[in-house]
């Protein structure tokens, strides 16, 4: 069974100085209290030879404890329904993620630095060797290394994968590409967290195939060329199930678009942009997307401050 969040932990997971944060983390102690097993891993003091039980007993790395999570979640009737937690505490982890684990929360806790996080480098390619749909992340600094590169690049057997009050840097030595990169990785969640840097791509990049039931909402998204872009051929339906993808109440501060949806299929409402281009066209200069589905933006541009997207109309 899940162990009990203690004070300590508590008061560990809302070390928080955004706002943003401490209500996404606030919501994590409603979300993960769910039957399953709990996994600790120190990435300072623990050893992939213990049981990874306790915190007296911890992993060192995160990829052991997904690993085990994986086989726990599979190993019988008792976790084929359940949500396993993995708790974990390091400097930062130095590891290219290559499998999740299926229902499994990844709980950052303690600090890195001055940062109230747990720290992850290194660029991630989880892919088809086992499916992990539903993995979700808490309370972590995801960086790239010194190379750069994209942080986390996703597939079709990552549907289902959320990233909750979490921050992604590109401040490596060669800035990173990107932060996320999703290709037909259906029902993405990204949810209160904060990019920084240089990117020098865009930020979030949903490609060609179903990106259907995909949330980027209340996330703060600085860049160095664009914020989110929708490739031509992203689609939000699958057969005959439709599910729309929303880009909503997020503040992004970028060199080209904020928001570029070459599809023309998302629901954009609510965003604060701001751009170092000119407005362009209609806004196009910091919003390219379909206006018959979206409300309530506002756009500056190197030569527009504050105006509507879409521009306002009459009934």
Known sequence: MVAPLTATMIRQLNNSNMAHQRASVGTLLGRIAVPGYAFYVDGNFGDDDNDGASWGSPFQTLTYALAASATAIASGAFGWAARNVIYCKADSFVEDLVLLAPKTDVVGVGSLDRFPYCGLVGNHVPTGATASFGTRFFNFMFSAPAAGGDIWTLDSYNAWLEFNGCRFSAQSTTPATGAIVATAASHLRVLGSTFVGRYSDAVIELGTGDARGTWISGNHIEGANAGIELGAGTTDSAGATEEYIYIEN???????????????????NNNTCSTLQAKGVAGAGAIVGQEFFSGGNKISASDLANADWPALGSL
Do not use: L
């Open 250 to 268: 997020n503040v992004i501060s970028t060199a080209t678009e904020c928001i570029n949806d070459a599809a023309g299929i998302a629901r954009i």
